[in-house]
């Protein structure tokens, strides 16, 4: 996947696509248009109800940022929120700080150029 995918990802798809990237397997499993669950064993198909609000949620977003080798936090001109990975090539602006913490990890993760 690339930056262009990964920046106009909706919040779910991004969601799902952390936990893949987190070594989840399978396909989400929804309810109420909700991810709820993913199988998180590849041998025996364990499904996990604790998948993480990585989206929606500040708490869930910053255990992103604790695996980060470093990152600096600021505010665009404009007020958008900017997060720049010491890995000298991830620099995401964003509207909303927690889709910026998600993008960010999930571009650094798969090295989206």
Same mark, same amino acid.
């Given at each position: 996947?690339?930056?262009?995918?990964?920046?106009?990802?909706?919040?779910?798809?991004?969601?799902?696509?952390?936990?893949?990237?987190?070594?989840?397997?399978?396909?989400?499993?929804?309810?109420?248009?909700?991810?709820?669950?993913?199988?998180?064993?590849?041998?025996?198909?364990?499904?996990?109800?604790?998948?993480?609000?990585?989206? $929606?949620? /500040? *708490? &869930?977003?910053?255990?992103? #940022?604790?695996?980060?080798?470093?990152?600096? %936090?600021? =505010? @665009?001109?404009?007020?958008?929120?900017?997060?720049?990975?010491?890995?000298?090539? $991830?620099? /995401? *602006? &964003?509207?909303?700080?927690? #889709?910026?913490?998600?993008?960010?990890?999930? %571009?650094? =993760? @798969?090295?989206?150029?």
């Amino acid at each position: 996947m690339n930056r262009n995918e990964i920046m106009t990802m909706p919040a779910d798809e991004l969601r799902l696509a952390i936990a893949k990237a987190h070594g989840w397997y399978g396909f989400g499993f929804y309810k109420s248009g909700v991810l709820s669950g993913l199988r998180n064993d590849p041998e025996y198909g364990v499904l996990s109800n604790a998948v993480p609000e990585w989206t $929606t949620s /500040i *708490a &869930d977003a910053w255990v992103l #940022l604790n695996e980060f080798p470093g990152f600096t %936090m600021s =505010k @665009t001109p404009d007020g958008r929120a900017l997060l720049s990975v010491f890995d000298g090539i $991830t620099h /995401i *602006a &964003d509207t909303d700080l927690i #889709l910026a913490i998600c993008r960010a990890w999930l %571009m650094w =993760k @798969t090295e989206a150029e």
